[in-house]
């Protein structure tokens, strides 16, 4: 048993050794496929520039003899190119290395296929600091931008892409804008990071919102001296043509006499002549199709298509073109309408006049044209269709109640209060529809349909007239009895 013991336990040992070696295997796999990916971009790229760590291959033919050599650059840039020089490739691309180096095999061995090729691009570290969440040291390549090193996780409100500095080994300090770089492609502002960069995200100083009608609205940090106008013109890219600079708006939140910011109201003389802003500062340019004029419609319209129920009235508010007439408005907003909107009964409210108005001609005929136009701030009233179903007879509240869809005779019985179980002790009704058809129980109940619950019960009739048959039969007995006495 002992020995059976050990003997699993070690095969537990080897399948556990296995299952680590095809796990390494697998990662060993993955990263050589990432290393492969990034020999492949950086040979295929001119701007690849050879940095402290590369690996390449070279091999040619001495004579008769294939080499293959191993290049490894270190921090020094000085290569030894297989015994026949050493050259200096600091700075230098993929590109000119390749060249100088073939150059200088093919000068001691004409003829002998010399071929350079980067095997394994370099990796390396730079430092992320200033207005960041966290500084931290980033693991790149000789490929990868400046950008792409800025994660918008890292950066906090306050982070400036304007100015951006990258200090090199060499400690030459060169400062970067970003925007430019993202918004016109400008690549010189956005450089190749190199090893040992230590990049400094400065603070931002003035930052301001614009929004409405411009043709890129966003969040826009402006460079000193730059006003409303910088900000309209070149950041937000110019108005739109439905823009109405005649009423533009300013909220200041910095310095602002109440917690909510001040409103400053400014015109297009405000863009021309540089308005200064301020940090937070937000700008709205209105429409102006905001000062088209608006209706409304109240009551059983809805604002999609989808569903005929509606359980409440709703209000919209319409913008409608000067001159329009209510056949158009109508027909063009035909969605409004559903099964329990009463059209034939609309009703128009203007001012203090309640204006009847059939909405039935302007829905189904397109020729159709109303004698009213539509004018500014007019109320269109559409009340809701209400039907009805009738319960009457045997129930303790008879009467008229609304019609729900899909509901069976004895909800409306309910409704009523229920059946008078000494007059109707046997759930009997007699249900008639709008158009005198008799329905069964298990009939759809429709709208404006007669529900009459039977007055059925025996014991009914007999306590009805109960009182008068024993006042009578007391009458008899008592007369007989006094008749039996004289005749004795």
């Known amino acids: 048993m002992k020995h059976r013991l050990i003997a699993l336990c070690f095969l537990l040992i080897i399948i556990l050794l296995r299952v680590f070696a095809q796990e390494l295997n697998a990662s060993e796999v993955k990263e050589s496929d990432a290393l492969s990916r990034f020999a492949q971009v950086a040979l295929s790229s001119s701007d690849y520039r050879v940095t402290a760590g590369d690996i390449y291959t070279l091999q040619y033919a001495a004579g008769t ?30 590109q000119q290395l390749k060249t100088d180096v073939e150059g200088i095999v093919t000068n001691n061995y004409p003829l002998s296929g010399v071929q350079l090729v980067l095997t394994e691009p370099a990796s390396f570290r730079v430092r992320v600091t200033g207005e960041v969440q966290n500084s931290q040291e980033i693991v790149t390549w000789a490929l990868a931008r400046l950008s792409g090193l800025l994660n918008i ?30 918004r016109f492609g400008d690549m010189t502002q956005d450089p190749y990071v190199r090893p040992g960069d230590v990049i400094t995200v400065s603070h931002a100083t003035r930052v301001v919102t614009v929004a409405g009608e411009v043709e890129r609205p966003g969040i826009y940090q402006l460079l000193p001296g730059e006003s409303l106008r910088e900000l309209i013109g070149y950041y937000a890219n110019g108005l739109s043509p439905i823009a109405d600079p005649t009423r533009i708006e300013l909220v ?4 602002s006499a109440v917690d909510s910011g001040d409103k400053i109201y400014l015109t297009r ?23 088209i004029p608006v209706m409304f ?6 604002l999609t298509e989808e569903g005929d129920e509606l359980s409440t009235a709703t209000r919209l508010t319409v913008r409608f073109t000067v001159g329009e007439n209510y056949a158009s408005l109508v027909q063009r907003n035909q969605a409004w309408f559903s099964a329990i909107s009463d059209t034939k009964n609309a009703y128009l409210i203007r001012g203090v006049a309640r204006i009847p108005l059939n909405l039935n001609p302007m829905l189904y005929d397109s020729s159709y044209r109303s004698q009213y136009f539509v004018e500014h701030n007019d109320t269109l009233i559409i009340p809701f269709r209400q039907y009805f179903v009738t319960v009457s007879g045997a129930v303790h509240s008879p009467g008229r109640f609304p019609y729900i869809p899909d509901r069976s005779w004895d909800y409306y019985i309910g409704l009523a209060g229920g059946f008078l179980p000494e007059r109707n002790s046997h759930k009997i009704v007699d249900i008639i529809d709008f158009a005198g058809n008799k329905l069964t129980k298990k009939d759809i109940i429709t709208p404006e349909t007669n529900i009459t619950a039977r007055a059925n019960s025996g014991l009914y009739y007999f306590n009805q007239y109960a009182p008068v048959i024993t006042t009578v039969l007391s009458v008899v007995s008592t007369f007989i009895t006094i008749t039996l006495l004289i005749s004795q």
């Open 252 to 255: 200041r939140q910095v310095e």
């Open 153 to 182: 996780d890292n950066r906090t409100p306050y982070s400036s892409l304007r100015d951006v500095s990258v200090r090199s080994q060499n400690g030459q300090i060169r400062t970067y804008d970003l925007f430019k770089a993202q």
């Open 65 to 94: 003899v294939p080499v293959v050599y191993k290049i490894v650059v270190d921090s020094s840039y000085r290569i030894n190119v297989s015994n026949l020089g050493i050259i200096n490739v600091a700075g230098k691309s993929y």
């Open 297 to 302: 419609v109240e009551g059983a319209v809805r």
């Open 269 to 291: 003389d405000a863009i021309d002549s540089g308005y200064p802003l301020q940090h937070l500062d937000a700008i709205r340019i209105p429409s102006i199709i905001e000062l």
